[in-house]
């Protein structure tokens, strides 16, 4: 490893400085405002989008790292523009912001400023300030940061620290989730050494991810998987952290970046959750790296730039710059969900899954639903739980039921309310009586539906086949069911299911009125562009 002397790190440390404050400080609250403020938006976009034609004049050079910020312009412009349509909502106004977006992504292919009202729209109009989306999105922000930093110090000081300001904007959304679980016990190494990964897989079966598989099939699976745990576990908390020192050598920075995107395929094939974002940006950035050239960039490795990229890294897990999510949890074996299915006309019943309630595909995936149950939740999605001691607790309940209700008596929380749940109810109605009466769900033909973008929640399975909209529904039935998977026998027990609610769709007439779907549809925080 080339050790750089530490003079070469002062330039590149000055960029990292002032790309971060343009960031924090400029490019994100602007976001926030455009996104928030429809007058503020539409004034950024009269004056981005004539501002292309000035693309022709002489502008910061930011080297293969250009196709990399047009990558993730066009990947998350496909996720936004093929997304259906909340069909409560008008459809006009949500195909005019679709439209609105690729005119703004071609603009800000030619002319980096048109990626401020580009981020707005996305965000705010498209909903597209998701966790799943977070670090390709805070990519982009930091792209267009150093873009307007170096109109006024110049390309050829600022183009390597473009590459250090990317680099540690991705790796810090793997270091902040190992930061997480060395907090879950008493040691830093409690997680690595006590928890049950194999666990997510089961429950992650028992949620609705490849039930497509037979129960005994996915018990052998689970037989060999529980056998890796902790090699498994000591080799996420590797690639997690291997950001803290990526930059102390090329190779090394290439192997961090593609190592968190192989991470990102192995959770989607253990539990549904498929951070497809992450991956195809982490990947672009890998082949970028390999593409520099030897001169020019040497000052971006090497002790004095590893320094400078553990301060950044170590300045957004504590929430300083930007804010990655806490990754860190105990899986446990239990699961309690809610489960939506659907009547056709023609008697029928099938499964309402997450993907065909697109645009909200993942509140439906989560934990959407236990408003309309007055029973304990004692854990989040896919059955994780924060406490160790109930995590063995609810192994060791076997399935007892008196075991279990007392462990939710100790440590659920009800979630019911009345008003959320009339919402969703109304939400549900407003939006099957549409659909019954020919509302276009999606911007694609059915023959084209295949060219829509994946979903981050692939729980696309259950008891009954999906329902596809073949034809119209005239009965909604919400269940609650709890899971149990017991690892000492490797079977799937179905421990409770009962009916919480039962929507009968009454012919649809004109004047239905419609139910807002951001306040109906979701239980999660109300989407916003924040750091």
């Known amino acids: 490893m080339e050790i750089a002397p530490l003079h070469t790190g002062v330039g590149t440390a000055g960029t990292a400085v002032a790309v971060v404050v343009c960031y924090r400080f400029a490019v994100s609250p602007a976001?926030?405002?455009?996104?928030?403020?429809?007058?503020?938006?539409?004034?950024?976009?009269?004056?981005?989008?004539?501002?292309?034609?000035?693309?022709?004049?002489?502008?910061?050079?930011?080297?293969?790292?250009?196709?990399?910020?047009?990558?993730?312009?066009?990947?998350?412009?496909?996720?936004?523009?093929?997304?259906?349509?909340?069909?409560?909502?008008?459809?006009?106004?949500?195909r005019r912001d679709k439209q609105l977006l690729l005119l703004l992504a071609a603009a800000s292919c030619l002319w980096t400023p048109a990626l401020l009202p580009w981020l707005a729209v996305y965000c705010g109009k498209l909903r597209g300030w998701r966790h799943h989306a977070m670090m390709p999105l805070r990519l982009l922000k930091a792209y267009l940061a150093w873009f307007?930093?170096?109109?006024?110090?110049?390309?050829?000081?600022?183009?390597?620290?473009?590459?250090?300001?990317?680099?540690?904007?991705?790796?810090?959304?793997y270091v902040k989730p190992a930061w997480s679980k060395a907090r879950l016990g008493p040691r830093p190494w409690s997680w690595s050494w006590h928890n049950r990964t194999h666990y997510l897989i089961a429950s992650a079966y028992s949620w609705g991810w490849a039930r497509f598989l037979r129960a005994d099939t996915v018990s052998r699976l689970l037989r060999g998987a529980r056998v890796v745990d902790r090699p498994a576990n000591f080799l996420t908390v590797a690639i997690e952290l291997v950001g803290l020192v990526a930059f102390l050598d090329r190779r090394l920075l290439i192997a961090a970046l593609v190592a968190t995107a192989l991470f990102n395929l192995a959770v989607a094939l253990a539990s549904g959750i498929f951070f497809w974002e992450n991956i195809c940006t982490n990947i672009a950035l890998a082949i970028a790296v390999t593409l520099l050239p030897e001169r020019g960039y040497d000052m971006v490795f090497g002790w004095p730039a590893a320094l400078i990229a553990l301060v950044v890294i170590l300045l957004s897990v504590a929430d300083l710059l930007w804010k990655p999510w806490h990754l860190g949890w105990w899986d446990s074996p239990f699961t309690a969900r809610t489960h939506w299915q659907v009547e056709t006309v023609s008697g029928a019943k099938l499964g309402l899954y997450n993907d065909f309630?697109?645009?909200?595909?993942?509140?439906?995936?989560?934990?959407?639903?236990?408003?309309?149950s007055a029973e304990p939740i004692v854990h989040g999605?896919?059955?994780?739980?924060?406490?160790?001691?109930?995590?063995?607790?609810?192994?060791?309940?076997?399935?007892?039921?008196?075991?279990?209700?007392?462990?939710?008596?100790?440590?659920?929380?009800?979630?019911?309310d009345q008003?959320?749940?009339?919402?969703?109810?109304?939400?549900?109605?407003?939006m099957f009586t549409r659909l019954n009466t020919g509302t276009p769900k999606g911007p694609l033909p059915r023959s084209l539906h295949g060219l829509k973008a994946p979903g981050g929640q692939l729980y696309y399975w259950g008891d009954l086949p999906p329902y596809r909209g073949e034809e119209p529904v005239r009965r909604i039935t919400i269940r609650y069911q709890e899971r149990l998977y017991r690892p000492d026998i490797g079977d799937f027990l179905l421990l409770t299911d009962h009916t919480v609610n039962e929507i009968e769709l009454l012919t649809p007439t004109p004047d239905h009125r419609s139910t807002p779907c951001a306040r109906s549809s979701s239980t999660a925080e109300r989407t916003s562009e924040s750091s």
């Open 148 to 173: 307007l930093v170096a109109l006024f110090i110049g390309p050829r000081l600022s183009a390597p620290g473009l590459l250090l300001i990317l680099g540690c904007v991705s790796l810090s959304h």
């Open 381 to 416: 999605h896919l059955g994780i739980v924060w406490d160790r001691q109930l995590r063995d607790r609810l192994v060791q309940s076997d399935g007892d039921l008196d075991k279990l209700n007392a462990l939710k008596q100790t440590y659920g929380q009800r979630q019911t």
């Open 31 to 94: 976001v926030r405002a455009l996104a928030q403020r429809p007058r503020a938006l539409r004034a950024a976009i009269h004056a981005a989008v004539p501002a292309v034609l000035l693309a022709f004049r002489p502008l910061p050079e930011p080297g293969p790292f250009w196709w990399v910020a047009v990558f993730i312009i066009v990947l998350l412009t496909w996720q936004g523009t093929t997304s259906d349509y909340d069909v409560t909502q008008p459809i006009g106004p949500q």
């Open 357 to 372: 309630m697109c645009p909200y595909e993942r509140e439906f995936g989560r934990v959407l639903g236990y408003f309309l």
């Open 419 to 430: 008003v959320q749940a009339h919402e969703h109810i109304a939400f549900l109605t407003t």
